[in-house]
């Protein structure tokens, strides 16, 4: 299948394990275009060869041990791309779609203090990481336990190295990471009370 051209997709086609793999692959690309062309990308889509769809199930379905069900789970807020958010006091934080993005989280445990937010390498992150830093508004970090999740090989690897550097020149270190690999879209949940991260099944 050659390059499609779609319109920009909402959260739930972008949480679609094929869409996800052939997002990653760079054979659908998202732009402004007729919402008739677009249909028939759709279209395109939808008649994509066994293999892909074989390809992006076996990624999006790949085993990660301890994954729990989402149901299983009350989460308070869902992050999506480009977004990050900040609680405390047990409230859960959860993201979705991790297949070329990349999570960070970051928790106090004097405080239960948690963070959580979801970097797309297509969009630009401005000051974000920044900005989530500053929202635990105190001087001294290293008490801070910080993680990366998600990532594909071939196609994340600027925004690990961007995430990697923005820790770094902040004197922070990394406790520990789960990036890249081949076509996994990882689910996330970070727990405030203790700073646990858990995993989701994929549907």
């Not at 999006?60 to 992050?79: C, M, N, P, S, Y």
């Not at 977004?83 to 006091?89: A, L, M, P, R, S």
């Not at 992150?125 to 090989?153: A, T």
């Amino acid at each position: 299948m050659g390059k499609v051209k779609l319109l920009p997709l909402d959260k739930r086609s972008k949480n679609n394990p094929l869409i996800q793999y052939l997002l990653g692959k760079k054979v659908i690309i998202e732009e402004a275009i007729s919402e008739e062309d677009s249909a028939a990308a759709y279209a395109v889509i939808a008649g994509a060869t066994d293999a892909d769809a074989s390809a992006a199930a076996a990624g999006a379905a790949a085993t990660i041990a301890g994954a729990v069900r989402l149901e299983d789970i009350k989460v308070e807020h869902d992050v999506l791309q480009g977004q990050y958010k900040i609680d405390k006091g047990g409230k859960k934080i959860m993201t979705l779609g991790l297949a070329n993005c990349v999570a960070v989280t970051i928790y106090d445990p004097r405080t239960q203090t948690g963070a959580l937010a979801h970097f797309d390498p297509a969009q630009e992150s401005g000051h974000m990481f920044g900005n989530m830093i500053s929202g635990f508004n105190q001087k001294n970090y290293d008490q801070l336990e910080i993680r990366l999740v998600g990532g594909w090989s071939g196609n994340s690897e600027r925004v690990v190295h961007y995430l990697r550097q923005q820790i770094a020149s902040r004197g922070l270190k990394i406790t520990s990471e789960d990036v890249l690999g081949d076509n996994i879209s990882r689910r996330i949940v970070l727990d405030t009370a203790n700073g646990n991260l858990t995993y989701i099944q994929a549907n």
